[in-house]
């Protein structure tokens, strides 16, 4: 019923930004939560923010709160997550995902990288 697919990253210095994008295909997106993940090499995914289903209400990893920022647009079916002071330790791979409710199956984004070095 409904794709994702994130876009923005890429390699940036530390202190730097960047502005990832999940885009949405198909229908009901205004019904999905959307959180953000992350994945590093050898550490578990963690998360790193979500939104609720009408942008109302947000919350943040304590590793990231101050930083980032995550909004959505529901008329354009994208949500963003603005990254302020980006340090070393937010390289990852990002990856959107989209909640319904436990009766629904999650739908993930492909992910995108982010790699933060000087």
């Known amino acids: 019923q409904l794709q994702l697919v994130e876009s923005g990253g890429g390699l940036v210095q530390p202190g730097g930004s960047l502005r990832l994008s999940c885009a949405a295909s198909g229908f009901g997106f205004d019904h999905y939560a959307i959180g953000w993940f992350r994945q590093a090499p050898g550490k578990e995914r963690e998360g790193v923010s979500c939104i609720g289903s009408s942008g109302d209400s947000t919350h943040y990893a304590d590793s990231v709160k101050g930083r980032f920022t995550v909004s959505r647009d529901n008329a354009k079916n994208t949500v963003v997550l603005q990254m302020n002071s980006l340090k070393p330790e937010d390289t990852a791979v990002y990856y959107c995902?989209?909640?319904?409710?436990?009766?629904?199956?999650?739908?993930w984004g492909q992910g995108t990288q982010v790699t933060v070095s000087s």
């Open positions: 995902n989209g909640h319904k409710g436990s009766w629904y199956r999650d739908v």
